[in-house]
């Protein structure tokens, strides 16, 4: 969708991007109920590896939260051998375009990670899509380092979905993280690089608008 998008100019770009549906508006939701304590000191980053539809979008709203240090777009739930843009596009891999978040754990809880994830950073309850972009790589996903993160990770879906937050199930899938293998390096800071981009305009730009605005004690400007 996105080379398609590259492919068109002026008026026309912006139209057809208009007539596609935009991602997800900012929804409040609660703070998750189980959760790791806050280091008592500054410790090794520690990494959440999410994935919630084009990874430009998603990366650009981990930049901008309190205690995140690095925020990486790329490739996770296959294998490396198919982790290049134009593979995982085609569909069938298996990989899920996505963000390895690396934060330092004395500043921000993994669940308050998770809480940017279900509200601002995508749409949790739809399937296999993302906006204007379909299919298997776009899924919403969190790819787990070990049992915390999962204890964490599916107690708070279970949380949200029994407080009826959203108006549909949420469909993202919580799975051990078999590998992470960064995206080509022009699909690194995208949003930062490209805000005047129609695509990032539309779909990404109102993601870190609602992270303002949800949780300015996270956000952080860049």
């Not at 996903?141 to 949380?159: G, M, N, T």
């Not at 930062?192 to 305009?201: E, F, V």
Request: hydrophobic share 40%.
């Amino acid at each position: 969708m996105r080379n398609l998008l590259a492919g068109l100019v002026g008026v026309g770009i912006l139209a057809f991007a208009l007539a596609r549906p935009a991602a997800t508006t900012s929804v409040a939701v609660p703070p998750p109920s189980v959760d790791a304590e806050l280091a008592a000191s500054a410790r090794p980053l520690r990494s959440a590896v999410l994935s919630g539809g084009c990874f430009w979008g998603v990366q650009a709203v981990y930049q901008h939260v309190r205690g995140v240090k690095k925020a990486v777009s790329g490739y996770a739930g296959g294998a490396a051998s198919t982790a290049h843009y134009e593979v995982v596009s085609a569909g069938g891999t298996g990989h899920a375009e996505s963000v390895q978040v690396f934060y330092d754990p004395s500043q921000i809880t993994y669940g308050q990670l998770l809480r940017v994830f279900f509200s601002v950073a995508h749409d949790p309850t739809t399937l296999n899509r993302q906006g204007p972009d379909e299919g298997t790589q776009y899924r919403s996903a969190i790819f787990v380092d070990d049992a915390e993160q999962e204890k964490i990770a599916r107690a708070y879906i279970a949380q949200l979905d029994r407080a009826g937050v959203f108006k549909h199930p949420i469909v993202t899938e919580v799975t051990k993280l078999p590998g992470f293998y960064e995206a080509e390096d022009y699909h690194q800071d995208y949003a930062t690089l490209h805000p005047s981009d129609p695509y990032i305009a539309i779909n990404d730009a109102p993601k870190v608008a609602g992270l303002k605005k949800l949780f300015p004690d996270l956000y952080v400007a860049k």
